[in-house]
Every structure is written in C-alpha cells, then in structure tokens.
C-alpha cells in the first residue's frame, strides 16, 4: 500500500510534464546487490543516499551500488538486528531506524555506529510486548516520536551536546529522556482487546 501511495503522488505532481520528458525507470533488485525482497520502508536522505528497510538489513543506494549493514554480534556497536522496519532522518540529519523485535537504532554516519534505545513496552500485567517500530517523527523541539504497532507511542529526547558527538557506549538510553506517550481510550470492544498505533502525523505548527 505504501508503494501505491508514492506511485499516485509522483505521478500527480509530474502530470503536466509528462508529455514534454520520457520518464526513467531503473529496476533495483537482490541481483543489483540489494540485500533483501521484503521492503518495509524507504528514504533518502539530505546527502543524496537512498536508504532502504529490508527484513535483511539496511540497505544505502548511492545510484550505482549498494552498501549494507547487518547485525554482528562481536560488535555492541552494530545494527541490533536484521529486520529494519522504519526510516527517519532528523533536523540534525541523524538518522533514526525502527526495528521488529529490537530496539529503536540511532546511526551515526561518521563513526559507522548504531546506538540503541530500550523501548519499555509492557501491558497492563507486566507481559513483555513484542517491538514493531512502524514510524519516526520528531516535532518543533526536537524531541524524537517513535510509534510501536502494539506498544503504544514514545518521546525521547536528547542532551544539547549530542549535537556535536555522540557518547561511547552502545545503549546511551539512561542519558536521554524517553517517555511513553499515553492518549486517552475508549474501552475496548471485546475483552482482552489491545490497542495499535500505526502512524503519526507531524502538523504544519510542529504539533504531533
């Protein structure tokens, strides 16, 4: 569905040039070195590079070859695990990576760190909720929005002097502020129900 939405906008927005320029399509694909079939996301970014989300790692396209990143477990430092399901690059050009089953991922282009952020998503009873990261925003301040399927919605928010560099440990969570987000429910139709957030929307005044 996501990529029937980009086709419907794109060709939208070039309809009155379609006539006077013949479009270029290029056909990307495992055999150009993508790492994976399954696309959950996609997103370029400021530089240039296309980022893509597959269930085999993180792909960046440069318009002539792939380079991917994939979890290693010698190094703390490493993508937290193969399925990446959502992309986000921030006003400080960082770029954030949502995660099945892990943390949400914070890249650091210079160093060619990941760094992770733990997620406390429980139910009511304490039952530890699955990680299904599906969005990343960020709002007027700054401040970081990370929507989790069945884990309801994150702020997190960042020190100042990360600005300038990132601290020296793979999980710098306890540095940061992160708090969920709890939005007010109507009750449940069936017993037992469980809400799930999909996406967010960041308006024009910056609000969520």
């Avoid at 079939?37 to 792909?59: E, S």
């Avoid at 430092?77 to 193969?82: E, G, H």
């Avoid at 943390?103 to 992770?116: A, S, V």
């Amino acid at each position: 569905m996501k990529f029937r939405v980009i086709l419907i906008l794109f060709f939208a927005s070039y309809v009155p040039e379609i006539h006077s320029q013949q479009l270029a399509l290029e056909r990307l694909t495992i055999d150009e070195g993508l790492s994976q079939g399954m696309i959950f996301d996609m997103l370029q970014t400021r530089d240039g590079f296309l980022w893509i989300a597959t269930k085999d790692g993180l792909n960046r396209y440069d318009g002539y070859n792939f380079k991917t990143w994939s979890h290693n477990s010698g190094n703390p430092f490493s993508l937290a695990n193969n399925t990446v399901t959502a992309l986000f690059e921030d006003s400080q050009s960082r770029l954030w990576i949502g995660m099945k089953e892990e943390d949400l991922q914070l890249f650091d282009r210079k160093t060619d760190r990941f760094y992770h952020f733990h997620l406390p998503i429980l139910l009511n009873k304490g039952t530890q909720l699955e990680y299904d990261i599906r969005q990343i925003a960020e709002d007027a301040s700054g401040n970081i929005w990370v929507v989790n399927r069945g884990g309801g919605v994150f702020r997190l928010s960042l020190p100042d002097e990360w600005k300038n560099a990132l601290p020296d440990t793979p999980e710098p969570g306890s540095l940061a502020t992160l708090k969920q987000v709890l939005f007010p429910v109507l009750q449940p139709s069936e017993p037992g129900a469980i809400e799930e957030f999909q996406a967010i929307l960041t308006a024009q005044d910056g609000s969520i």
